[in-house]
């Protein structure tokens, strides 16, 4: 191969080394742990299931809260900087977002799950959760609500980052 072409092949190296440099996401809303466990086959959960849609957990300090139950955090459970809605989404899908708005950005202020849309209770944002995207709907804030990562195994959910 000629000097000229090798120039070339590393030239398109760098490139290729530099192209992707700070392309991930990065969320307003501060990196807190999250490792929070739901068992839909036993006791309050066993309807949490991807046939109810539109259905919701939250989890904060006090615990987990679904419907009128409410089951004690573990000392292994870990929800994140304002909290955790876990959210039956349009499809089926289970997905999961911190509940502090992007805009407010207060820990102990943390968006309200109403239907469809979390709503923050300082400047009024909705992010919309029915197709599990949680993107503002007011333009208040111009970035959706932290989402965390659901992993659904034979009915036991799995939520971190």
Not at 48 to 57: A, L, Q, S
Not at 138 to 152: A, D, M, P, Q, T
Request: proline share 4%; with cysteine.
């Amino acid at each position: 191969m000629c000097r000229f072409g090798k120039q070339i092949i590393l030239a398109l190296a760098v490139l290729a080394m530099t192209g992707c440099e700070n392309t991930t996401f990065r969320s307003s809303v501060p990196t807190y742990p999250v490792r929070l466990s739901i068992n839909t086959q036993m006791g309050q959960f066993v309807h949490f299931k991807p046939e109810n849609v539109y259905d919701y957990i939250t989890v904060n300090r006090q615990g987990y809260h679904y419907h009128d139950y409410t089951l004690q955090l573990s000392a292994m459970d870990a929800f994140g900087y304002a909290g955790v809605v876990v959210y039956i989404d349009g499809g089926g899908n289970y997905n999961a977002f911190d509940l502090c708005c992007t805009h407010c950005l207060k820990p102990h202020e943390p968006t309200v799950v109403n239907g469809f849309y979390a709503v923050c209770p300082s400047c009024g944002e909705e992010y919309d959760l029915s197709w599990g995207i949680g993107v503002p709907t007011k333009g208040i804030s111009r970035e959706s609500l932290r989402k965390y990562r659901v992993v659904n195994s034979s009915g036991k959910l799995t939520i971190t980052h």
